[in-house]
């Protein structure tokens, strides 16, 4: 096995906001318990197509970062899609990160209102919200302005195709991680006969114990393990490649286990992506075959980007927290992503 150290010049790292993630167990308290619905929208006709015919969100003012920015400008398509809006941004819109990274498949608008303001309760999919997009009365003549985070593939699933092409990372960021993965092909490896599966491990803020009763907590070094373990007995000649903002730890815990697995050490590779910036390590961890996930957003966009077999912390939220009971884990994570603890 051998440890290769990434090098770039960007300083920025990644983690889901702590101002976010308090926001959300504060929204997810508030009202309106969790109802299951198999409702189709999309067989519904548009509430309007008349003079306000755009969904937008609300402007970020709570210091959320990448992933929850990504989760939110999802959304759009699938609103958009069952109204029969156009997906826009206000001009006055903070998304900074989005726009560093991501060319944008939609217009940047003047605000247009009146607006009909959708207040997002869940953590996960809302119910309510295809009430709102069949009700007339509500949206009619009205901008749809989406506020909360939309976390869920269901928000994804009908409208994958129109996400994929309208949040494609920049020319000079993929660019970037196709460089960074080729230069680092193991030595005596031909790319093309090995998998490539990242890892993403989010530590920073979440190892502070405050957030270990919000129901928080850093996967710890024996979930990376038996994930990797999975992959390694799966694929047999793979090199895995770590994408974290704490890297002694990841130098130290994310290790291959060659006792437990029947593959060969010299099979497996472990290599840690170092020094790059939110945008470049999502797109990292998207050119991947294969993604192993902790927890927050940051890691499931990239998981879902790759498109291929995902592992997922199955402990997150913390079972028996507040956040645990009010998150319906199976509309968060799609049903065919691989649980593991």
Not at 266 to 292: E, F, P, R, Y
Not at 324 to 330: G, P, Q, R, T, W
Request: with cysteine; aromatic share 14%.
């Amino acid at each position: 096995m051998s440890i290769i150290r990434i090098s770039s010049f960007s300083k920025q790292f990644f983690a889901v906001s702590c101002f976010s993630g308090i926001t959300i167990i504060l929204l997810m308290t508030k009202e309106c318990p969790y109802l299951h619905s198999i409702t189709n929208i999309f067989r519904y006709p548009a509430a309007n197509d008349s003079a306000y015919s755009y969904v937008t969100f609300e402007a970020f003012r709570d210091g959320r970062r990448l992933g929850n920015q990504m989760f939110m400008f999802a959304a759009l398509f699938y609103v958009a899609k069952a109204t029969k809006r156009e997906a826009v941004l206000f001009s006055d819109h903070n998304a900074r990160e989005l726009e560093q990274y991501f060319i944008l498949g939609v217009r940047k608008i003047n605000r247009t209102c009146p607006c009909f303001s959708f207040h997002e309760h869940l953590v996960s999919y809302d119910v309510r919200i295809e009430e709102a997009i069949r009700s007339e009365n509500a949206t009619n003549s009205r901008t749809i302005l989406l506020r909360g985070f939309f976390q869920s593939y269901r928000y994804f699933q009908p409208v994958e195709h129109q996400i994929r092409a309208g949040m494609k990372f920049k020319n000079d960021i993929q660019d970037f991680a196709r460089d960074v993965l080729r230069e680092n092909i193991p030595r005596g490896w031909t790319e093309g006969r090995f998998v490539r599966v990242g890892i993403h491990s989010r530590r920073g803020d979440i190892t502070w114990d405050g957030y270990r009763p919000l129901g928080v907590e850093p996967a710890p070094a024996t979930y990376f393990q038996k994930a990797m373990k999975y992959f390694a007995d799966r694929y047999k000649v793979v090199q895995f490649v770590v994408v974290s903002e704490d890297r002694k730890w990841s130098r130290q815990h994310i290790t291959y286990d060659s006792q437990s697995s029947s593959v060969n050490v010299t099979s497996v590779n472990v290599t840690i992506s170092l020094k790059h910036s939110a945008g470049q390590d999502m797109a990292i961890l998207s050119l991947c075959d294969h993604v192993i996930i902790s927890t927050g957003s940051f890691g499931w966009l990239a998981a879902w980007y790759a498109n291929g077999d995902v592992v997922y912390y199955s402990n997150y939220p913390i079972k028996g927290t507040r956040y645990a009971k009010s998150l319906n884990v199976s509309d968060y994570y799609p049903s065919h992503w691989i649980p593991m603890e």
